[in-house]
T-cell receptor
């Protein structure tokens, strides 16, 4: 079994300040973890993925995430927010075996000018 | 340009009617997926297909049907048996060797039942 919890439904930051979107997971297997971004009324775009290689993963648009097994976390960060980062972000886990993907409920990122 | 197209973008249906959502990809991907998204919720898997003429039920397949007659096409039919069909529907695809990984998503179809 696998599950994922995004700890904040909404996050608001000022443009130019750091972004932190939190994600905890559980999995019976060594997981693969993903962050996707969705702009309004659009499909999802893969930001980055962790698949048991380096624990610090760099993605597109300046985002990165760190896999911490001891904390079962995969938080998404960006040093400096841009207005174009305003969107919905989904943390996704793939545990293995016959399990598919499990999506978190999403975090709505708001960027204040 | 390679990608996934979904049509129509918006769809309105009367209760009791079946409706078919189109999904086409030119990425040469073997695997295709259908998800449903409701407000404030993550995506939930309806059906997926790893290869032509084969598909499996996902977590919420009741009231839906699919076909996979061609590699590039994976249409979804929302039947009258689906009790709450109003939602945003997303189609995705991936390379078969990367099942469940690196999914590429279409722009979605928003279905509203009147």
């Amino acid at each position: 079994a696998q599950s994922v919890t995004q700890l904040d439904s909404h996050v608001s930051v000022s443009e130019g300040t750091p972004v932190l979107l939190r994600c905890n997971y559980s999995s019976s297997y060594s997981p693969s973890l993903f962050w996707y971004v969705q702009h309004p009324n659009k499909g999802l775009q893969l930001l980055l993925k962790y698949t048991s290689a380096a624990t610090l993963v760099k993605g597109i648009n300046g985002f990165e995430a760190e896999f911490k097994k001891s904390e079962t976390s995969f938080h998404l960060t960006k040093p400096s927010a841009h207005m174009s980062d305003a969107a919905e972000y989904f943390c996704v886990v793939r545990g293995g075996g016959a399990d598919g993907l499990t999506f978190g409920k999403g975090t709505h990122l708001i960027i204040q000018p | 340009d390679g990608g996934i197209t979904q049509s129509p973008k918006y769809l309105f249906r009367k209760e009791g009617q079946n409706v078919t959502l189109s999904c086409e990809q030119n990425l040469n991907h073997d695997a295709m997926y259908w998800y449903r998204q409701d407000p404030g919720q993550g995506l939930r898997l309806i059906y997926y297909s790893q290869i032509v003429n084969d598909f499996q039920k996902g977590d919420i397949a009741e009231g839906y049907s699919v076909s996979r007659e061609k590699k590039e096409s994976f249409p979804l039919t929302v039947t009258s048996a689906q009790k709450n069909p109003t939602a945003f529907y997303l189609c995705a695809s991936s390379v078969r060797g990367n099942l469940w990984r690196e999914q590429f998503f279409g722009p979605g179809t928003r279905l509203t039942v009147l």
